[in-house]
């Protein structure tokens, strides 16, 4: 599917309350597996003496990467509701770790299912969803005397330049929006100097 996606522009902080127990919620943009690790990470050294330190995951633009942790607490009571949370407020590229504090009576799995999940909304609903662009990257080989057109077409088009190679052949990898990627390909496939094309992942 082409055109933007939601993720959330900043932090969030959110909490729930249920029979003495204590559930701290935290919302990040992240982009990666690795910096939803190191938030994952940051969290269990500052509040080391919590019970447990739960968490869900979607990252991508179709938000094929998912990752959910119940970190000890009966299984899908925690990690699901906090997934389906970030689902049902249609976004991507979200983390949220809710972090528990044990009051001393059981919830039971249906009250812990309901305690992460109103703990994750209200960390969610404290955030405005921002649009974020899809990308695809492609990289250009060419002869360099197609230099000065390549770069007209790459100047004309506002794209963004993430690499640049200048050896026997030049090469440029550029950085497009999805919704235009099919007219910039066009616009560089029909030049003659273009000797290779290839579509990356953005």
């Known amino acids: 599917m082409q055109g933007p996606y939601l993720t959330i522009g900043g932090e969030s902080h959110g909490i729930y309350k249920e029979k003495g127990s204590k559930f701290l919620s935290f919302a990040y943009p992240v982009e990666s597996e690795k910096e939803a690790s190191e938030h994952i990470e940051s969290l269990k050294k500052v509040y080391h003496d919590a ?18 942790s119940d970190a000890g607490e009966p299984r899908h009571s925690a990690g699901d509701p906090i997934l389906n949370q970030i689902r049902s407020h249609g976004l ?7 972090v528990r504090y044990f009051g001393g009576t059981k919830l039971g799995k249906s009250g812990l299912i309901n305690a992460y999940k109103k703990a994750t909304e209200d960390a969610l609903d404290k955030i405005k969803p921002v649009e974020k662009l899809k990308f695809k990257e492609l990289s250009i080989r060419f002869n360099y005397d197609g230099l000065s057109e390549i770069m007209r077409i ?3 088009n506002n794209l963004q330049i ?3 190679s200048y050896h026997q052949e030049a090469s440029i990898t550029i ?3 999805e919704t ?3 007219k910039i390909n066009d616009l560089f496939s029909i030049s003659p100097h273009v000797i290779a094309i290839e579509t990356l992942p953005g």
């Open 51 to 68: 019970r447990h330190h739960c968490y869900a995951y979607l990252l991508g633009k179709e938000g094929n990467i998912i990752r959910t």
């Open 92 to 98: 991507s590229d979200v983390l949220v770790v809710v």
């Open 154 to 156: 790459i100047d004309m």
């Open 162 to 164: 993430m690499v640049q």
């Open 175 to 177: 950085r497009i929006r």
């Open 180 to 182: 235009e990627f099919d």
